[in-house]
């Protein structure tokens, strides 16, 4: 329990100090990418449409995105996510029926696996999801999903701290 504690203190130091927090955002991605065992990673943000948003995008291909580019909240692994407040895992996207919207993306991407962690702020608004992605059928442990969550917090306060990601949300 102190080591969370003492990560997330020093992560909230670490974006309180950012001078550049698009970047600090991009590398709390790619850390959470790295520590759930890929080189993919992506931060959705909600948006008043109720359609997530693509905001940072680590190392998904191109065939992926123009099948997965946008995602209603309640679909897909980070619309349910978000939907429910609670992560969610598809270990194999090309057979999970829940996925089935985004299904040939992930099959000509060869993407075949994922999970989703809600981003909630102080208040419990969602603001949108991290996720971690994967070319094999995958289910991630305890451990990778406490430390996801971990890092959903920190994006939730870096988020929240910067007033010009709010605004390009909301655009």
């Known amino acids: 329990m102190i080591y969370k504690c003492d990560f997330l203190r020093a992560g909230h130091r670490h974006i309180a100090d950012s001078t550049n ?3 600090t ?15 993919m990673g992506s931060l959705f943000l909600l948006q008043s449409d109720k359609v ?4 940072i995008l680590l190392n998904l291909p191109k065939t992926y995105l123009e099948g997965c580019s946008t995602v209603p909240v309640g679909t897909q692994c980070c619309g349910r996510a978000v939907l429910h407040k609670i ?6 996207m090309w057979s999970d029926p829940l996925f089935i919207d985004c299904r040939a993306a992930a099959k000509n ?8 962690i809600p981003v909630i702020n102080d208040f419990g608004e969602c603001l949108g999801s991290l996720a971690a992605h994967f070319r094999e059928v995958h289910r991630p ?5 406490e430390t996801m969550q ?22």
């Open 52 to 55: 997530l948003h693509p905001y």
């Open 87 to 92: 992560p969610w895992i598809v270990e194999d």
């Open 21 to 23: 927090l698009k970047q």
């Open 109 to 116: 991407s060869g993407i075949r696996a994922g999970f989703s």
């Open 141 to 145: 442990g305890q451990e990778t999903l």
């Open 150 to 171: 971990m890092m959903g917090n920190l994006l939730a306060y870096a988020l929240t701290k910067s007033t010009q990601v709010i605004a390009e949300r909301e655009a």
């Open 25 to 39: 955002i991009f590398g709390l991605v790619k850390m959470a990418a790295a520590t759930s065992g890929t080189d």
